[in-house]
């Protein structure tokens, strides 16, 4: 991006700026009607479109919090931490709202989800209009970068997954703004609130560490507008600003370390159990890549195809390398939001490729980058559009941009509409007796509508996560009270391959073709 000294007349401007402030809107609709189109399609289907099944544990944990069995699973029986504490607390009121019913819960967090996908689209907006003042369409970029980030096929489903997700993107915007901000006075109360703002993204996403940390090495280092703000003096600040930001986040680590023997939460331990020395090093590329695409997911077959991920490495370098060649034309704030994202995402990176599994939630822990990942782009459109000369063909840009949105978030609908775990939530709920124990490993959605689920991946079971560590858990679940294993069917019919499994266990249902398989105790307990 140039600067721009000699800007063009406002009536040569106003053309392209009325085409993208109607191509935003129009996205702006798109975005808001995807997210809403499930409450209309009949029955519960929005419980299906957008809850995931760890979205599903959260809602329990919330759920049971809300009508007095404290941070629990399994009908208040089994005590966990395996969450993130501030948006469970704030589902939580949405189910004391809801007298703690399950449906009216999920459809005010799912529309609390909305809203705040809303006030993320329009923070967007203001931080890069700030951020690229005085640069060649600034408010079109801006606003366009915000109406992309709303309805991108890519950003839209972890926005509505009943995580913290969306709420992560929202806080880290925040946070950025705040950081790169040097016009300020850096006075002991603004160092004092901002300590607060990081407690908080903290309690958001425990990862938040790596933002925090590049948030407060930028307050720190970076010169400010006023020559008073003398080095020593920003240190001090920052270090007040860091200890408040501790001092935010302490309740929930001695809540942690008091009742669980450990800071970092039994599902952080159980996860990276899965790990193996960078073992999602090569799918990183990939999910960068994706959010630097911006208007369409790459399909899942070619992310699976050998050859991927040294493309996708190749062009994220080259985006690198571009940054690199550009850096000497970047403003200060530019340079400080660069500092900052690289801190972010090179913590982030660092920690889920070396030290961590689950590859396949990458998508969400990457989520917060991706209005700056999708900056270039827009940026990219933007300049398209007004290098259009003649009308009829930048309106035909423009709406092959919506039409292309409109259409991978219409596939969407049809081909996800189905949650990939209610069928085994139906099977429960027509074989199993209410009072009855159900096992599994994945009973994030079966444990959300079956109440006496028991958790056995140690995510939100510490009793789990401990026969897990021992190498004792077919053993464990053979002397704990299930009556009935319930899950995918490959899971279990690699379960009954078990000697201590089919001993006390028999088939009670095995179906390929629906992909459930419930196993049931031999002799009721």
Same mark, same amino acid.
């Given at each position: 991006m140039s600067s721009q000294p000699n800007a063009p007349a406002p009536s040569a401007l106003a053309?392209?700026?009325?085409?993208?402030?109607?191509?935003? @809107?129009?996205?702006?609709?798109? $975005?808001?009607?995807?997210?809403? !189109? /499930?409450?209309?399609? $009949? $029955?519960?289907?929005?419980?299906?479109? !957008?809850?995931?099944? %760890?979205?599903?544990?959260?809602?329990?944990?919330?759920?049971?919090?809300?009508?007095?069995? $404290?941070? =629990?699973?399994?009908?208040?029986?089994?005590?966990? *931490?395996?969450?993130?504490?501030?948006?469970t607390l704030i589902w939580s009121c949405f189910f004391a709202l809801a007298g703690g019913e399950k449906e009216l819960g999920v459809a005010l967090?799912?529309?609390?989800?909305?809203?705040?996908?809303?006030?993320?689209?329009w923070l967007c907006y203001r931080f890069f209009a700030r951020l690229l003042e005085g640069r060649e369409h600034a408010r079109s970029i801006a606003l366009l970068t915000a109406a992309v980030c709303f309805a991108s096929p890519v950003a839209l489903p972890h926005s509505m997954n009943c995580l913290e997700t969306g709420a992560y993107g929202c806080i880290a915007l925040l946070v950025a703004g705040v950081?790169? %901000?040097?016009?300020?006075?850096?006075?002991?109360?603004? =160092?004092?609130?901002?300590? @607060?703002?990081?407690?908080?993204?903290?309690? @958001?996403?425990?990862d938040a560490v790596f933002l925090i940390a590049g948030a407060c090495l930028v307050q720190g280092f970076a010169p400010r507008a006023d020559p008073r703000e003398t080095l020593p003096r920003r240190l001090t600040r920052t270090t007040v600003t860091g200890l408040v930001s501790i001092a935010?986040?302490? #309740?929930?680590?001695?809540?942690?370390?008091? *009742?669980?023997?450990?800071? @970092? /939460?039994?599902?952080?331990?159980?996860?990276?159990?899965?790990?193996?020395?960078?073992? *999602?090093?090569?799918?990183?590329?990939?999910?960068?890549?994706?959010?630097?695409?911006?208007?369409? #997911?790459?399909?899942?077959g070619v992310q699976h195809s050998v050859w991927m991920p040294y493309v996708a490495t190749l062009l994220v370098l080259a985006a690198l390398a571009l940054l690199y060649r550009t850096w000497p034309r970047l403003r200060g704030p530019e340079r400080r939001l660069a500092a900052l994202l690289g801190v972010?995402?090179?913590?982030?990176?660092?920690?889920?490729?070396?030290?961590?599994?689950?590859?396949?939630?990458?998508?969400?822990?990457? !989520?917060?980058?991706? #209005?700056?990942?999708?900056l270039p782009m827009c940026v990219l459109l933007v300049r398209v559009l007004a290098r259009c000369a003649a009308p009829p063909l930048r309106c035909g840009v423009a709406f092959g941009i919506l039409a292309l949105i409109t259409g991978v978030n219409a596939r969407n609908q049809i081909t996800q509409a189905e949650h990939p775990h209610f069928q085994v939530v139906r099977w429960v709920q027509a074989n199993v007796p209410e009072r009855a124990w159900v096992g599994a490993v994945q009973t994030g959605t079966v444990g959300f509508f079956h109440d006496r689920t028991m958790n056995l991946d140690g995510k939100v079971n510490p009793d789990a996560y401990e026969a897990l560590i021992q190498r004792r858990l077919h053993e464990y679940v053979v002397a704990s009270p299930i009556e009935f294993l319930a899950d995918w069917y490959p899971a279990m019919r690699d379960w009954m391959k078990s000697p201590v499994i089919a001993s006390a266990f028999e088939v009670a249902h095995f179906d390929p073709e629906a992909n459930v398989g419930a196993l049931r105790r031999r002799t009721p307990r």
């Open positions: 053309p392209l700026e009325r085409l993208i402030a109607g191509l935003s @809107v129009c996205l702006f609709a798109i $975005g808001a009607f995807a997210r809403v !189109f /499930p409450f209309f399609q $009949g $029955g519960s289907r929005f419980l299906q479109r !957008f809850p995931t099944e %760890d979205g599903y544990l959260m809602l329990t944990i919330a759920r049971n919090l809300a009508i007095g069995n $404290g941070f =629990s699973t399994a009908a208040g029986e089994i005590p966990t *931490n395996g969450t993130q504490p501030l948006t967090v799912l529309l609390f989800q909305l809203a705040l996908s809303g006030l993320t689209a950081a790169i %901000d040097t016009r300020a006075a850096l006075t002991w109360r603004r =160092s004092t609130l901002f300590g @607060v703002l990081l407690g908080l993204a903290f309690l @958001v996403r425990n935010v986040a302490s #309740p929930w680590l001695a809540f942690n370390y008091a *009742n669980f023997g450990h800071i @970092v /939460p039994v599902s952080g331990r159980a996860e990276s159990l899965t790990g193996k020395f960078a073992s *999602n090093l090569a799918e990183m590329p990939i999910i960068w890549l994706e959010y630097l695409l911006a208007l369409v #997911p790459i399909p899942i972010f995402s090179g913590g982030l990176a660092v920690f889920y490729g070396l030290f961590f599994g689950a590859g396949w939630f990458l998508p969400r822990y990457f !989520f917060p980058l991706a #209005p700056w990942l999708m």
